[in-house]
Nanobody, 122 residues
């Protein structure tokens, strides 16, 4: 049974930093491309960043967020710096084993975590 478990969310002030973690189990982690998505209240889920052989970022977070992974620990991270109120959302990690992977495309991800809340106040 595949599980993705996010942690590290919380309530912070604008300008602060957070590091989210996503621990994976039940899959050969190193063979999966991993991504972070987020969903704010009343909005659609949106792509944040992904990591395969390279890293990919949404324009809204590029230069502020960094995605990384530790295959020995089956964990993917999202380091978020210079947080803004508009970064407030539930953040989800996702795993893709798709051939011809398109990082921002949510339907390419087979497994999803339950999400972790990030709240940024001004």
């Amino acid at each position: 049974q595949v599980q993705l478990v996010e942690s590290g969310g919380g309530a912070v002030q604008a300008g602060d930093s957070l590091r989210l973690s996503c621990a994976a189990s039940g899959l050969t982690f190193s063979t999966y491309r991993m991504a972070w998505f987020r969903q704010a209240p009343g909005k659609e889920r949106e792509f944040v960043g992904a990591i395969g052989w390279s890293t990919y970022y949404a324009d809204s977070v590029r230069g502020r967020f960094t995605i990384s992974r530790d295959n020995a620990k089956n964990t993917v991270f999202l380091r978020m710096n210079s947080l803004k109120p508009e970064d407030t959302a539930v953040y989800y990690c996702a795993a893709s084993g798709a051939y011809g992977w398109n990082p921002p495309s949510a339907n390419q991800y087979t497994y999803w975590g339950q999400g972790t809340q990030v709240t940024v106040s001004s």
